[in-house]
C-alpha cells in the first residue's frame, strides 16, 4: 500500500489513516513506557504535566485532518490514555471514568469533538467576516 507523509500525517493511497493513526498509538505507548521506567514513584501531580506535555499531543496532532470514525481507531486511541492513567499508582484500582475525573482530563475522544466544533467555529465566523 502506498502512503506519504506530510506535515506529519501519513496519507495512504485509499485516504484511509490506519498506518498514521498504528504510528500515533506506538509512539506514545512507547512514551507512556519511558515514562514509567524513568519515574520511580508518580502521583496524580506529576503524572499530569508529564502526560500531557509528552504523551498526548503524539495523539492529537492534526487530529482535524485524521479524526477516527472506526471504533477500533477510537479504542486504540483511547486505550493510551486509559493505560497512561493507570501509572499513577493511588489511582490504578479505579475504573477508568473515576481515574478521569480524578485526574481532571477529559476523554480523547471529547477533546477531538470539541476542537472539531471549535475548527467549525472559526471557519463560520470567518465566512461571516467576508459578507
Same mark, same amino acid.
Given at each position: 500500500? &502506498?502512503s506519504?507523509k506530510d506535515?506529519g500525517v501519513t496519507?495512504?493511497s &485509499?485516504l484511509? @489513516?490506519d498506518?498514521?493513526i498504528?504510528?500515533?498509538?506506538?509512539?506514545a505507548?512507547?512514551?507512556?513506557g519511558?515514562?514509567?521506567?524513568t519515574?520511580?514513584?508518580?502521583d496524580?501531580?506529576? @503524572?499530569?504535566?508529564?502526560y500531557?506535555?509528552l504523551?498526548?499531543p503524539?495523539l492529537?496532532?492534526?487530529?482535524?485532518?485524521?479524526?477516527?470514525?472506526?471504533?477500533k481507531h477510537?479504542?486504540?486511541?483511547?486505550?493510551?490514555? #486509559? #493505560?497512561?492513567t493507570?501509572l499513577?499508582?493511588?489511582l490504578?484500582?479505579?475504573?477508568?471514568?473515576?481515574?478521569?475525573?480524578?485526574?481532571?482530563?477529559p476523554?480523547?475522544?471529547y477533546?477531538r469533538e470539541r476542537? &472539531?466544533?471549535?475548527?467549525v467555529?472559526k471557519?463560520?465566523? &470567518?465566512?461571516d467576516k467576508?459578507?
Amino acid at each position: 500500500m &502506498d502512503s506519504e507523509k506530510d506535515l506529519g500525517v501519513t496519507f495512504q493511497s &485509499d485516504l484511509k @489513516f490506519d498506518s498514521h493513526i498504528c504510528n500515533c498509538v506506538n509512539k506514545a505507548n512507547r512514551i507512556l513506557g519511558v515514562i514509567k521506567r524513568t519515574f520511580s514513584f508518580l502521583d496524580a501531580e506529576s @503524572f499530569i504535566p508529564l502526560y500531557k506535555t509528552l504523551v498526548r499531543p503524539h495523539l492529537e496532532y492534526a487530529t482535524t485532518i485524521w479524526s477516527p470514525y472506526l471504533q477500533k481507531h477510537i479504542f486504540a486511541i483511547e486505550n493510551v490514555q #486509559r #493505560r497512561a492513567t493507570k501509572l499513577v499508582p493511588e489511582l490504578r484500582k479505579l475504573p477508568y471514568s473515576e481515574r478521569m475525573l480524578t485526574l481532571g482530563i477529559p476523554t480523547l475522544r471529547y477533546r477531538r469533538e470539541r476542537s &472539531d466544533m471549535i475548527q467549525v467555529f472559526k471557519i463560520v465566523s &470567518d465566512i461571516d467576516k467576508l459578507d
